[in-house]
Each structure stands twice: as structure tokens, then as C-alpha cells.
């Protein structure tokens, strides 16, 4: 499908929401005190066929996404109370991301938006295999995109309506990239941790976000590596892909990272197709992952399981928790990240709690 303009945009997005979830503009945020608190980016993935070109190819797809909102919209579907936090554009991105989010009660009192940058579309590209590569951005006027933009004053207003009964601030570390966004980013996590709230973090790297010269396969930098060190000490849990566990930390035995870090975090390694490798509550433990009923798009497949790996950890007591029950939670992350696999986007496919029992009932 070719995409050109907003109002082609637009009703490509609609395709985002399912038959429960309307499209209709729904006022005001749902205003329900959050658990979890996700701040960041929320762009386009603009996909191009499998094997082509998303720059050149005519028929490529727009699916709304961004690691924090589709954390923030896996642990909606999957029946938590959740807030998301960050800066939009205004327009047809950013509408669509309003309705979206509010048919799917996330609590948007956090949510900025920015008249002077758009939203952020980044080209997706796709092997034959479904597995994506992020080469770039689209759209642009000169001013840069809304999401680098979070504005820390209007953040210090509204952290008072989402941080009374929150237990959790999920973050990444793309905000930290560029100036504006990295000061309230660093802002929400230092309040956070003095309010009792625990930092999860999902690293996320994106080479192309830091510089749009970076090979989009590339490491981090010395300075890429020095700013986002602060956050990492900060973490509770923090979520890492095996190439970012190497990247970051030389290994990829997570209690050997969880060591190297002052609150010895817990750490959870995810590696495609491979055993998730993990160290929770001063357990080590392996888990298989599980695989999926078809692969479509594997975009979101991380952030669905960073969603089901918090979803799990507030139903859980907070008490040691046997081998047994860490691995069921690991399961239950890896059954949603499968899932999402099944179709385009990272939103659109995330299942609800009852999907995901059956699945794993079913294999």
C-alpha cells in the first residue's frame, strides 16, 4: 500500500486498532492512577515488503509504535493500569496515537504535543524472513521530531496526576540521544527512584537516533556508553537483546552483569528463537522461547515481552519466588512476544491475558 500525505496515513492507522477499539476521538485521557509509568518515544514504523525497500518500495505499511508506547499498550491489553509519557506531534500521527491509547485506557494526563516537529516515521526494513533493521527516518521539516522534544517543564506538572500509586517507571534509552529528552528523561527516573518506584529498563539501542551516520547494526560509542552507564545503575530490572548484552557489557551471562551494576538488578536476556537467559530475585535461570504461530513482522516482538515480564511481576508476590514460578513468568513474556510475531506491527497484534493462557495451553 502506498502511503503519501496524512489523511492516507491516518486511514492506513485505523488498521491499528481491532474491532473493539474505535477510532472515534475520545477526549480526555483515562485519568486512572497508573502501576506502571513508560516514558519515550512513540513514532511510525513505516515497514516495506518483505525483502524491499521502505525508502523506494510503494507498497510498504504504517503501524503505529516505539518500545515505550508499545510497552505502555501490551500492558493495557493486558489489563493493568498504565500511563504513557511523551511528545507528539500535531497531527494525524499523533491523533491516531491519542485514540489508540485511549481506547485502550492508557492514562494520558503525561502526553505532550509538539506543533513545531512531527511525528516520527522510521523506515523498517524486512528479510524474507520477517526480521526488520531500522535505516532511517522520514519526515522531517528541519526542526527534528516531536519525540525528541519532551518538555521537562510540562513533565514536572503532570508527574503529580501518574506517580501516587505507581510501583514501576519502564524507560529506555533512546530519549537520552538528544538534549531536551534526556533531561526529562533523567528528571522522571531521579523523582522516580525518590517516590519508591522501580526502574525498568528495555536498552533498546538505536544507532540511528544517536547519529544518522551510524550503521543501523552498529554498537555504541564511547559517549553513547557514558551517558546511558547513570541510567543503567539506576535499573531495578533492566531487559537487553544478546548483541546489547555484549554491547554494554562484554557478556551475556546475566548474573555476571547484574554484579558489575551497584543494585544488582535483575536481568533478563532475550535472543530471538534461543533460550531467554535470566538472573530475577537472585535466581539464575534459563527459559526456551517459544515460537510463534507464524512470523509476519517480529517488529515489537521485545516490547511485547518486556509488557508480559512486568505484567507478571506485579500480579506475582514481590517475595523470593521459587526457580518454578520465575521461569512460569519468563514463559508467560516469551507467549506474548510470540504472539505479536503472528502479525504487522507491534500494537495491533499484542494479546490480551486470555490469548496468552491459551496459547500456552495449547504447546
Known amino acids: 500500500m502506498n502511503i503519501s500525505g496524512e489523511t492516507s496515513l491516518l486511514n492506513l492507522i485505523r488498521f491499528e486498532i481491532s474491532d473493539r477499539e474505535s477510532m472515534a476521538v475520545v477526549g480526555p485521557a483515562n485519568l486512572q492512577a497508573p502501576e506502571v509509568i513508560c516514558i519515550g518515544e512513540a513514532l511510525v514504523d513505516r515497514l516495506g515488503p518483505l525483502g524491499g525497500d ?10 503505529l509504535g516505539g518500545a515505550p508506547a508499545n510497552v505502555a ?16 506531534g500535531a497531527d494525524s500521527i499523533g491523533m491516531s496515537f491519542r485514540n ?13 504535543i509538539d506543533s513545531n516537529r512531527p511525528s516520527r516515521i522510521v523506515l523498517v526494513r524486512r528479510d524474507l524472513n520477517g526480521e526488520r533493521t531500522f535505516q532511517g527516518f ?47 528523561l533523567k528528571w522522571s527516573v531521579e523523582k ?11 536498552v533498546n539501542w538505536r544507532p540511528t537516533f544517536w547519529d544518522d551516520n551510524f550503521a543501523p547494526d552498529a554498537g555504541p560509542d564511547d559517549y553513547a556508553l557514558s551517558v546511558i552507564q547513570p541510567l543503567l545503575e539506576s535499573a531495578s530490572l533492566i531487559k537487553l537483546a544478546r548483541e546489547e548484552a555484549i554491547w554494554f557489557f562484554k557478556t551475556q551471562d546475566p548474573y555476571g552483569i547484574a554484579r558489575m551494576l551497584p543494585k544488582e538488578p535483575d536481568v533478563v536476556i532475550t535472543d530471538g528463537a534461543k533460550p531467554v537467559r535470566w538472573f530475577l530475585k537472585g535466581v539464575i535461570g ?48 516469551a507467549a506474548c512476544g510470540a504472539l505479536v510475531c503472528s502479525n504487522s506491527g ?10 496468552v493462557h491459551s496459547f500456552l495451553a495449547s504447546i
Not at 489508540?100 to 505532550?112: E, F, P, T, W
Not at 522516580?192 to 528495555?202: F, H, P, R, W, Y
Open 73 to 88: 499498550c501490551g500492558l493495557a491489553r493486558l489489563g493493568n493500569q498504565v500511563a504513557f509519557v511523551g511528545c507528539l
Open 346 to 355: 507491534a500494537i495491533a497484534p499484542q494479546p490480551s491475558s486470555g490469548q
Open 286 to 333: 534459563e527459559t526456551e522461547a517459544l515460537a510463534p504461530p507464524s512470523v509476519i513482522d517480529t517488529t515489537g516482538a521485545g516490547d511485547a515481552f518486556t509488557a508480559g515480564l512486568l505484567n507478571q511481576l506485579l500480579k506475582v508476590s514481590s517475595s523470593k519466588k521459587s526457580s518454578e514460578t520465575l521461569h512460569e513468568i519468563v514463559r508467560f513474556a
Open 138 to 184: 522520514y519526515g522531517d521539516k528541519g526542526n527534528g521530531f516531536s519525540d525528541q522534544a519532551l518538555n521537562l517543564k510540562d513533565l514536572i506538572n503532570s508527574w503529580p496526576l501518574l506517580v501516587h500509586k505507581a510501583s514501576w517507571l519502564l524507560v529506555g534509552t533512546i530519549p537520552l540521544a538528544t538534549s531536551l529528552s534526556s533531561e526529562a
Open 100 to 112: 489508540l491509547m485511549a481506547s485502550r485506557g492508557v492514562n494520558l494526563s503525561g502526553l505532550q
Open 54 to 63: 521502505p525508502a523506494s518500495n510503494k507498497n510498504v505499511e504504517d503501524c
Open 192 to 202: 522516580a527512584l525518590e517516590n519508591g518506584l522501580k526502574i525498568a529498563i528495555d
